[in-house]
């Protein structure tokens, strides 16, 4: 059975049962041809036909109109800070020392002179570092990063690299117009060890590499290390189960944990805290205080007969930056001026006949860092100050984030 046809204005038209339509035309060659016109069409929600949005692309080609996120996955971008390294292959023995020398610098024809001195640090092997290359590793490290005259005069940063015991040193300090901190010469670099110890030096001279990194620092501001700026997707890797922080804070930062019992005033608070870490960087994601009491009320502070009078002061130094939580005198408070950021499940009161429970839980979308031990001249901090007598069932405060080798 032939297809109906209609002729419009001169122009033949060919339907098929469905209704779907081309037009007959005439080739150079005086043979007939089907004109096709293709449309992409979808379904909606109620099943109806539609048409759906198309652009043409730069080739000619008709294509879909989509929204789209595009994950980078290869490399972009080198770090231009100079550096080097060197690997501890034996410790030595208790008593042999390491002495770590970097050259000064004098190729700044600014003024004023950005020119910084010579570098040497001496380290003297410990009873308990002889024979375990890693504790060497992170007691060198720390000791680089807390020393003023590598940190901040010389601008430098050491760390680890991974599971082995190689110490990175790199120079914060760049220039994009000229290399004034570079070390170019042989001998510039240099790790010399004294008995039985061993060292592999990576490079004796210290200078910019230009190493493919995956995200480049920015070059005017080399100095801010772990921000970037990022168009596009992030993917975030899990993280070791060993890096997991998890610390209840304790009397006077090492005695006790229970507070329920505290007896302080303004004039002499309690103090409870969470100190730094001597080798690593935490980052805190949650604060929780939980406890319990025979009969936990509202109005009152748990399961006393009244509200405090002074109240609980929470004081966090992030960063050599310090920041006091809004007092806590009631129950209430818990909820109301601690518990952000977890929504409904922030806080929790469970009543039971003699002992009644809760949670209150501070969580952070970003976390907080306190920072290893000697990286200010006064070391971070999370502290509790108890400035009341209390007498409840059981009081305690944790926080939960991850450590990081700095």
């Given at each position: 059975?032939g297809l109906?046809?209609?002729v419009v204005?001169?122009?033949?038209?060919?339907?098929?049962?469905?209704?779907?339509?081309?037009?007959v035309?005439?080739r150079s060659d005086?043979?007939?041809?089907?004109?096709?016109?293709?449309?992409?069409?979808?379904?909606d929600t109620?099943?109806a036909w539609?048409?759906?949005?198309?652009?043409?692309?730069?080739?000619?080609?008709?294509?879909?109109?989509v929204?789209?996120?595009?994950v980078?996955?290869?490399?972009?971008g080198?770090?231009?800070?100079?550096?080097?390294?060197?690997r501890?292959?034996?410790?030595?023995?208790?008593?042999?020392q390491?002495?770590?020398?970097?050259?000064?610098?004098?190729?700044?024809?600014?003024?004023?002179?950005?020119d910084?001195?010579d570098f040497?640090?001496?380290?003297?092997?410990?009873?308990?570092?002889?024979?375990?290359?890693?504790?060497?590793?992170?007691?060198?490290?720390q000791?680089?990063?807390?020393?003023?005259?590598?940190?901040?005069?010389?601008g430098?940063?050491?760390q680890?690299?991974?599971?082995?015991?190689?110490i990175?040193?790199?120079?914060?300090?760049?220039s994009?117009?000229?290399?004034?901190?570079?070390?170019?010469f042989a001998g510039?670099?240099?790790?010399?060890?004294?008995?039985?110890g061993q060292?592999?030096?990576?490079?004796d001279?210290?200078?910019?590499?230009s190493?493919?990194?995956s995200?480049?620092?920015?070059?005017?501001?080399?100095?801010?290390?772990?921000?970037?700026?990022?168009?596009?997707?992030?993917?975030?890797?899990?993280?070791?189960?060993?890096d997991?922080?998890?610390?209840?804070?304790?009397?006077?930062y090492?005695?006790?944990?229970?507070?329920?019992?505290?007896?302080g005033?303004?004039?002499?608070?309690?103090?409870?805290?969470?100190p730094t870490?001597?080798?690593?960087?935490?980052f805190?994601?949650?604060?929780?205080f939980?406890?319990q009491?025979?009969?936990?009320k509202?109005?009152?502070?748990?399961?006393?007969?009244?509200?405090?009078?002074?109240?609980?002061?929470i004081?966090?130094?992030?960063?050599d930056?310090?920041?006091v939580?809004?007092?806590?005198?009631?129950?209430?408070d818990?909820?109301?001026?601690f518990?952000f950021?977890?929504?409904?499940?922030?806080?929790?009161?469970?009543?039971?006949?003699?002992?009644?429970?809760f949670?209150?839980?501070?969580?952070?979308?970003?976390?907080?860092?306190l920072?290893?031990?000697g990286?200010?001249?006064?070391?971070?901090?999370?502290?509790?100050?108890?400035?009341?007598?209390l007498?409840?069932?059981?009081?305690?405060?944790?926080?939960?984030g991850?450590?990081k080798?700095?």
């Amino acid at each position: 059975m032939g297809l109906p046809f209609t002729v419009v204005s001169g122009a033949v038209f060919i339907a098929d049962a469905d209704g779907d339509i081309c037009e007959v035309v005439q080739r150079s060659d005086n043979s007939s041809a089907l004109a096709t016109q293709s449309e992409l069409v979808g379904t909606d929600t109620l099943g109806a036909w539609r048409s759906v949005n198309t652009v043409v692309r730069t080739d000619g080609v008709r294509a879909l109109a989509v929204d789209s996120r595009t994950v980078v996955e290869s490399t972009f971008g080198f770090d231009q800070s100079p550096d080097s390294y060197f690997r501890i292959i034996n410790t030595g023995a208790a008593g042999d020392q390491w002495t770590i020398f970097i050259k000064g610098t004098n190729n700044d024809p600014t003024n004023p002179d950005r020119d910084v001195p010579d570098f040497t640090y001496i380290h003297t092997v410990t009873v308990e570092e002889a024979g375990d290359e890693l504790l060497l590793r992170d007691r060198i490290i720390q000791a680089l990063n807390a020393n003023a005259t590598f940190k901040q005069i010389c601008g430098m940063k050491a760390q680890n690299a991974t599971d082995r015991a190689i110490i990175h040193i790199q120079s914060d300090f760049y220039s994009l117009g000229g290399e004034y901190w570079e070390r170019p010469f042989a001998g510039d670099f240099s790790v010399t060890v004294t008995g039985s110890g061993q060292v592999f030096l990576g490079f004796d001279n210290f200078i910019s590499r230009s190493k493919p990194v995956s995200i480049a620092r920015d070059i005017d501001s080399p100095h801010r290390l772990g921000l970037f700026g990022i168009t596009g997707e992030v993917r975030v890797t899990a993280k070791d189960l060993d890096d997991l922080f998890i610390e209840t804070a304790k009397e006077n930062y090492t005695g006790a944990a229970d507070m329920s019992k505290a007896n302080g005033s303004v004039a002499n608070p309690d103090i409870w805290g969470i100190p730094t870490s001597t080798n690593t960087d935490i980052f805190i994601q949650e604060l929780r205080f939980y406890g319990q009491g025979n009969g936990i009320k509202y109005g009152n502070f748990l399961n006393m007969n009244s509200a405090l009078n002074n109240g609980i002061q929470i004081t966090i130094k992030s960063n050599d930056t310090t920041t006091v939580l809004p007092l806590i005198k009631t129950t209430e408070d818990f909820k109301n001026k601690f518990a952000f950021g977890a929504s409904a499940t922030g806080f929790k009161l469970d009543v039971a006949s003699g002992r009644d429970d809760f949670l209150a839980v501070f969580t952070f979308e970003n976390p907080f860092t306190l920072k290893v031990q000697g990286t200010f001249t006064v070391d971070d901090f999370i502290e509790i100050q108890i400035r009341d007598n209390l007498n409840v069932g059981a009081l305690e405060f944790i926080a939960k984030g991850f450590e990081k080798d700095p």
